[in-house]
DNA sequence: GCTATTTGTTCAGCGATTGAATTATTTGCC
DNA sequence: GGCAAATAATTCAATCGCTGAACAAATAGC
């Protein structure tokens, strides 16, 4: 991903075309404002002709549009401002979680079409019951993006768990899933999207690899390199490096839920002892508060902590603070190790951002060797609680993005 | 670095040739016989009429030429193989260290073709000076890669501290040096290389980054994926990710010297508690080992802790085992955040593998959640203790050989 | 209404790849 | 020894896509 490598296959002679498509169709997603053609020909150093051309392409293949002219001083002829298409290919992001299923379509420019959340307890569900349920509001999803003139052109689902290159979930302890294997399970139903060359069909993929996909492609855009934190019942990070998320080997990275935070402390359930998650996990952070974990919905718990931090009450000030120095020294560990500038609180941790700040704030300021030279800014997340699947709507738009030759028919 | 990421420049005619430039002269590379043509046809996808055209101008280039044939059983005429060039670029390695100066010439096959290791004590000695010595070593070297009929395209330099992008280093402690612009100090004194489009003239680096670097591009080549530990005084690690070095936002990443191993434990330098340096460190094994550390060469203290290890002599073991227990602990939540499978000791931890490896893996197995579906290799390095001269000398070239356009003098 | 200015398109030219035909060189068989 | 088959490498017309310059379109200012 981008450090300087070695291109993958031959470059052919519509290999050409395919750079300058990405190229040109990149710089539109990024403008701020519509660009004409020949603000992209400058920025780009094609020549006018060519951009045209391109652009001929991309709006014959509906990916991009014709804006008003963004109003100019000066004379000249005035320029016609391109802008993703609003009409065209979008992409549908799903989600199993512990207490609730999501379903969104996210259309080219990143904005939200279309959101449904389905609250229900989906642990005592069989998983194929589950996902049976999704392809169902993922029906009514497609027909309501057709409404609206969009395409769904792949799909990709958020789980809480260890997934597979081939989309088998491993291990989703809170939900109690268990080598699933998702894609042959759906499979059997009706096709959730379109098929469209270079767009794989369904991707499945960690929620908090999902969740920081969401907040690197958010408004306005994130910093290219960043570890975002996601706390539910367990802790998962994901890490964007050069505005790629790093998956790791086999796809299981940020993994940081056990991290030894007190080496000879309290016993976890992986086995070993004082890990993060037992003192920054959700339920930890509840349980210290003196809150009853009986309340079942995760984010009540979060909220009524948060209400009582606001209303100054010690205890709960003492379990975040706690929380928050715990979470430092792991986020500490890995700002050294990675030489991050920024971290992300998401999830469940992005209320309670104003009270754990502080404390990982301090962690790192004492831990970090190169704090001295460049800070580190730790923020919460700017997207809510079902960052995971509209992160996993944008990966499928935005890999029509890179490489719209596909979506375009070209050989890809 | 690797993940699909839109191009960075407009796509012109000559840039279809620089790409198969590179990935034919990659395959030669990669390749463990001497490719045909018509072999790197196939396996390119390229028609042998391009490839014939490319590799006219990498011969023209001095960057390949051609061997004896590989034998070949069957009929028809017999191919020419193609090799990387033993005349032509080759890269200078530097490297300025606590009580050595190496310098090192490598051509593009990755063949050391010539190296010098000049013993003293750096550390009462100028920055300015050092280099002055490292120059004269480098003039030396220059005249032996001429003589070879290896022009020098390059250089790099490895110092044991935190270097900016610039290549100022902000801080290398056991050297003693602190803001220390080494390409300000270099350019009083004679060109070090020649001036090719597309090389830098000097990188300055940690030795960290480049001893990992050297492994990655050793013979037989290392996975692509994996973390490099340098046990010196200091302990520094090396992420190679996706077979590129990833070196964080400002190029400090891999301080794993300061994990918090024993959060309440011993005081470290840095000023917090039970670093990973305090139970890992060269200094740290032979103290507990019982060893006088008057002796000064690290190395040789290095050497007679293996000896003592191998004779069973239990305090030496001891301290084996436990520095090998700190180490995992670190290692673990690396392999935890970033799901690699592969961990590489090298520097002063590469003679010591046999006791420390096992420890280290025992950890792993303990903490890290994805071990048991599929294990995690920890192997002493395959370099010796010039590992990161090489490897910085290695990087040069494989610039060249990822993007031969510059050295051909094509735009690039 | 005219000029200056900027945008966008058209078109000949050119570089690079392609695919087929051609040449080169060896093995195997009669 | 000579010929056919096989594999390697080169040659060449065709094609694709970018370039650069000329040209058409549309507006502001005088």
Redesign the interface.
Known sequence: ???????A?????G??RE??L??VL?RIAAADRPPSRADLATA???TRATVSAVVEDLLAGQLVSEADPAPRAGAGRPARGLVLADQGPAGLGLEVNVDYLTVCVVDLAGQVRHRTVHRADLRPVAPADALARLVDLAGQARADAARQGLTLAGAALAVPG?VDDAGLV?LAPNLGWRDVPVPELLSGHQALTDQVPGVPALVVDNEANFAALGELHSRPPG?A?FLHISGEVGIG?G?V????????????????G??????QGRPCR???HGCLEQYAGQEAIVAAAGLLRAELPADTATARLAELAEAGDPDALRALHDAGTALG?AVA??V??????TVVLGGGYAPLAPWLCPPVLAEIA?????AA??PVTVRPSTLGPEAAAVGAAESVVR?IV??PAGWLGRSG
Request: net charge positive; aromatic share 6%.
């Open positions: 991903m981008s450090p300087t490598h070695a291109p296959g031959a470059a052919r002679q290999s050409l750079l300058n990405a190229l990149g780009t150093g094609l260890l491993r910093p390199s990070a890490i490096l050069d505005g790629a998320l790093f998956r790791g080997v086999r796809g299981w990275s940020g993994e940081i056990h991290f030894p935070v007190h080496p992986c086995g070993g020294v560990s890995v050294n190790l990675l030489d991050l500038d004492a831990r970090v060797l190169t030279w460049s890999r890179a490489r």
